[in-house]
């Protein structure tokens, strides 16, 4: 397998002594679009972190993780040259992360900045190709005409479209979304995933895509992986992640993750509903 994303045998114990990941190995193919999932508390969050290298694993372990084939940290060390590391990973953070002051365009150009000279970057001064390039990616994310608008006047859903379109700007090959839904209606949900599907197709970008909504994540996703207490106890098929399997996997959590439901199954979505997943009459009252 070409992979995009190599982990193995990551532990994470915060100073608490919780237990935060535990022997984590993952493998994910380039080009795959791929859901985590599990209660709150189960490690999703953490272990996107550590992907990115915003955190570092435990000093005692062997574990590791590499991003196309770059070393992101190791041995609980975090690389020395992470900053170009992380040109490659675009990060989608749950509330965003927008400078509300400043412009959408300027705001998406900061996706340019490890390649612009340090003297650019600090004075926020773009070519015109760069501009014309930022334009082009807030059209893909269907809010162009929003680019001389401040980030803050934007709604919630088009801020984690200006932040998708940071990624792409970047030129990320891979793209960790840290549940981008989470805040968002119905409607604004329906686009992120729409778009976070269609850059995973058109640019063949690695997206790892953290939900609470086990439904969203089997629409989207033909791979599905699933943490409980910082493990991971489901790696495999969408379609083999049964409700029977959730209750054997999460036990009594099943209920608090299946009564989030599907929050944009109403919708009159491109995505095709998933048919094997059909909750027995004790599980849809729960819901």
Known sequence: MDAAIRINALNKTFGSGRKALQGVDIHIARGEMVALIGASGSGKSTLLRHMAGLMAGNSDSQGFIEINGRTVQKNGKIAGNIRSVRSDIGFVFQQFNLVGRLSVITNVLAGTLH???????????????????????????????????????????????????????????????????????PESSRKVMDILARVNQEDQCTVVVSLHQVNVALKYCQRVIALHEGKVVYDGASSGLTPALLRDLYGAEADDILSLGDHISSLQDKVKTVQHLTWPAPLAQAA
Request: with cysteine; proline share 3%.
């Open 115 to 185: 390649k612009v000279p340090l003297w650019r970057s600090l004075i926020r001064w773009f070519t015109t190709e760069e501009k014309a390039r930022g334009i082009d990616a807030l059209r893909r994310v269907g809010i162009a005409e929003c680019w001389g608008q401040r980030a803050s006047t934007l709604s919630g859903g088009q801020q984690q479209r200006a932040a998708i379109a940071r990624a792409m700007v970047q030129g990320a090959k891979v793209i960790l979304a840290d549940e981008p839904i989470a805040s968002l209606d």
